[in-house]
């Protein structure tokens, strides 16, 4: 057993001083991520893939009908950005071959039990420890469910003193959050520099240095890229990070490494990033919508009709994939595309 991550931080901030948000929760993640699967019943959380293969299917359905109409360019790559158990991408391939698309798949994934259960679901697919790698010779199909989300963040906080960046340091041996020493006004946008104490904003220099990768790959090489997330599409103030640990909440600060942490994804800063780097934005939706467009009505009513006995299943999971209460809404399903690549369906 590895020592506990809270004993490293704990020794680190006494050494130290406290540590950025954004270094706590980019370790505690990695910590996370690295040693199980946390996704299913069984596990801490369950997402779009896991829910119903409907979500996957339409993926598939999208990347194929946008490969076709750019003309079936030969070779295509298939990229993923942490593909969790593989559910999406065996989904999504199955549907994609089913119209013809039969492409090279290339998954992004740092942790090595979830990499385990990859090779078992998708034999011939190669592995990448981030985008750097990917080849750059063809156009790329890449997809993203839940994986912004789960990029370290920075917060910065308002205080009687100015801006300041929100760090983690130890009292009596828990951690809490507590205001940098150092003056941050100037890593806050002008216009949102006046703000009351206490007024909490996001950035993630994670996600954005990861979009403009996108980005730049789309503009050079030429793809379509879906970006799925819970977040907000409009600037936001206040914390968003939570912990989930068994399918409830917990204190983010309380077990680093032992649960899940997450922000809402800024997807208004995703787009402004992808265009200013040469990619086409086709829009951002809510998931139902997106999912609705896509078909997903007459998907459900199709796999009802082969499994009469799973129907009010079906419909069940065809309700918490789309409807507003559940993931419809807060989830969204943002396309990109490369120049000279068509708009996608659900746009
Ligand atoms: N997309 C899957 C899993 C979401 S969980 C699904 O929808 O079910 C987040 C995934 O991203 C996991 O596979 C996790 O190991 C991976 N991940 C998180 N941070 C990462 C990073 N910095 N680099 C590569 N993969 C990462």
Same mark, same amino acid.
């Given at each position: 057993?590895?020592?506990?991550?809270?004993?490293?931080?704990?020794?680190?901030?006494?050494?130290?001083?406290?540590?950025?948000?954004?270094?706590?929760?980019?370790?505690?993640?990695?910590?996370?991520?690295?040693?199980?699967?946390?996704?299913?019943?069984?596990?801490?959380?369950?997402?779009?893939?896991?829910?119903?293969?409907?979500?996957?299917?339409?993926?598939?359905?999208?990347?194929?009908?946008?490969?076709?109409?750019?003309?079936?360019?030969?070779?295509?790559?298939?990229?993923?950005? =942490?593909? @969790?158990?593989?559910? /999406?991408?065996? &989904?999504?391939?199955?549907? $994609?071959?089913?119209? +013809?698309?039969?492409? *090279?798949?290339?998954?992004?994934?740092?942790?090595?039990?979830?990499?385990?259960?990859?090779?078992?679901?998708?034999?011939?697919?190669?592995?990448?420890?981030?985008?750097?790698?990917?080849?750059?010779?063809?156009?790329?199909?890449?997809?993203?469910?839940?994986?912004?989300?789960?990029?370290?963040?920075?917060?910065?906080?308002?205080?009687?003193?100015?801006?300041?960046?929100?760090?983690?340091?130890?009292?009596?041996?828990?951690?809490?959050?507590?205001?940098?020493?150092?003056?941050?006004?100037?890593?806050?946008?002008?216009?949102?520099?006046?703000?009351?104490?206490?007024?909490?904003?996001?950035?993630?220099?994670?996600?954005?240095?990861?979009?403009?990768?996108?980005?730049?790959?789309?503009? =050079?090489? @030429?793809?379509?890229? /879906?970006?799925? &997330?819970?977040?907000?599409? $409009?600037?936001?103030? +206040?914390?968003?990070? *939570?912990?989930?640990?068994?399918?409830?909440?917990?204190?983010?600060?309380?077990?680093?490494?032992?649960?899940?942490?997450?922000?809402?994804?800024?997807?208004?800063?995703?787009?402004?990033?992808?265009?200013?780097?040469?990619?086409?934005?086709?829009?951002?939706?809510?998931?139902?919508?997106?999912?609705?467009?896509?078909?997903?009505?007459?998907?459900?009513?199709?796999?009802?009709?082969?499994?009469?006995?799973?129907?009010?299943?079906?419909?069940?999971?065809?309700?918490?994939?789309?409807?507003?209460?559940?993931?419809?809404?807060?989830?969204?399903?943002?396309?990109?595309?490369?120049?000279?690549?068509?708009?996608?369906?659900?746009?």
């Amino acid at each position: 057993m590895s020592e506990p991550l809270s004993a490293i931080f704990e020794r680190l901030i006494a050494r130290t001083g406290p540590i950025s948000l954004m270094h706590y929760m980019g370790e505690a993640n990695a910590r996370y991520y690295a040693s199980r699967d946390p996704l299913g019943s069984g596990g801490d959380f369950i997402t779009a893939p896991e829910i119903s293969q409907m979500f996957g299917e339409l993926i598939g359905v999208w990347l194929a009908d946008m490969w076709f109409r750019a003309g079936r360019p030969a070779p295509v790559h298939y990229v993923e950005l =942490g593909p @969790g158990r593989g559910t /999406l991408a065996r &989904d999504a391939l199955r549907a $994609a071959r089913g119209q +013809g698309l039969d492409p *090279q798949v290339h998954l992004v994934e740092s942790s090595p039990a979830l990499r385990g259960l990859q090779r078992a679901a998708l034999p011939g697919a190669t592995w990448h420890h981030d985008l750097a790698s990917v080849p750059t010779d063809a156009p790329i199909l890449l997809v993203a469910n839940e994986f912004f989300d789960a990029l370290p963040l920075r917060q910065l906080v308002m205080t009687e003193a100015g801006w300041r960046e929100c760090m983690v340091g130890c009292e009596s041996g828990r951690f809490v959050p507590v205001a940098g020493l150092q003056p941050m006004d100037i890593a806050v946008p002008e216009e949102r520099r006046q703000a009351e104490p206490g007024t909490v904003i996001e950035t993630s220099p994670a996600a954005a240095s990861v979009m403009g990768e996108i980005a730049g790959r789309l503009a =050079g090489q @030429g793809g379509a890229a /879906l970006i799925v &997330d819970y977040g907000h599409d $409009a600037p936001r103030a +206040g914390s968003t990070l *939570q912990a989930v640990r068994a399918h409830q909440k917990v204190d983010p600060f309380e077990a680093p490494g032992e649960a899940d942490l997450t922000t809402h994804v800024d997807f208004a800063a995703l787009a402004g990033i992808a265009q200013a780097s040469g990619c086409r934005w086709l829009g951002t939706v809510g998931q139902g919508a997106w999912l609705q467009a896509m078909g997903i009505d007459v998907r459900a009513a199709s796999l009802a009709r082969t499994a009469p006995g799973q129907a009010a299943v079906i419909e069940a999971q065809k309700q918490r994939l789309i409807a507003e209460d559940q993931m419809g809404i807060l989830f969204k399903v943002m396309g990109l595309a490369g120049p000279g690549w068509p708009d996608g369906w659900g746009y």
